[in-house]
């Protein structure tokens, strides 16, 4: 967010320094009075700061993390305050993970585990027989996982997973 404001202060100190020889980025409107220019680079200052709080606006802020103890799996949900625990079975381990600003997950050796901050919770789905991770993506409130047999969704908003079957030729 810091960068936005750092941009509109830049563009602003640019377009008031431009204004006082009726000029705009060094282009010339002699027709332009100064109360037209001033309100041209008013409109468009406007302009810039609707998109650049907009961009702000659509980011996550990271309210999620992971630590990893003997056995166990904690997430940190700074958003509720709250702390959470996968414990791991015997003879399970952690084969991999990805950890997104407001989601996780957690694949062991015997399910895929994910954390949503607004569920606030571990959900788990089980893996089955010789099934394989192939590619995993956790980004913002959503994880999508696809194996060797099916798509799953992790939804971080709900706590939900959903699954498809794959047609893998």
């Known amino acids: 967010?810091?960068?936005?404001?750092?941009?509109?202060?830049?563009?602003?100190?640019?377009?008031?320094?431009?204004?006082?020889?009726?000029?705009?980025?060094?282009?010339?409107?002699?027709?332009?009075?100064?109360?037209?220019?001033?309100?041209?680079?008013?409109?468009?200052?406007?302009?810039?700061?609707?998109?650049?709080?907009?961009?702000?606006?659509?980011?996550?802020?990271?309210?999620?993390?992971?630590?990893?103890?003997?056995?166990?799996?904690?997430?940190?949900?700074?958003?509720?305050?709250?702390?959470?625990?996968?414990?791991?079975?015997?003879?399970?381990?952690?084969?991999?993970?990805?950890?997104?600003n407001a989601t996780a997950v957690v694949i062991t050796n015997r399910r895929f585990a994910a954390y949503g901050v607004f569920f606030g919770g571990w959900q788990s789905k089980r893996i089955k027989a010789g099934e394989k991770l192939q590619a995993m993506e956790v980004e913002d409130y959503s994880a999508t996982l696809v194996t060797s047999d099916r798509i799953l969704n992790f939804s971080g908003r709900s706590g939900a997973w959903s699954e498809t079957r794959r047609r893998v030729q």
Do not use: W
Request: aromatic letters at 8%; hydrophobic letters at 50%; glycine letters at 4%.
């Open 1 to 100: 967010m810091i960068e936005h404001f750092n941009m509109l202060s830049v563009v602003r100190q640019i377009f008031t320094t431009a204004l006082l020889g009726r000029e705009i980025l060094s282009l010339k409107f002699p027709r332009l009075s100064r109360r037209g220019a001033k309100a041209a680079v008013g409109i468009l200052i406007l302009a810039l700061s609707a998109s650049s709080f907009q961009a702000c606006a659509d980011e996550v802020e990271k309210v999620l993390f992971l630590v990893f103890e003997s056995g166990e799996v904690i997430a940190s949900n700074t958003r509720s305050g709250r702390f959470d625990r996968l414990k791991l079975h015997a003879e399970e381990h952690i084969l991999d993970y990805q950890v997104a």
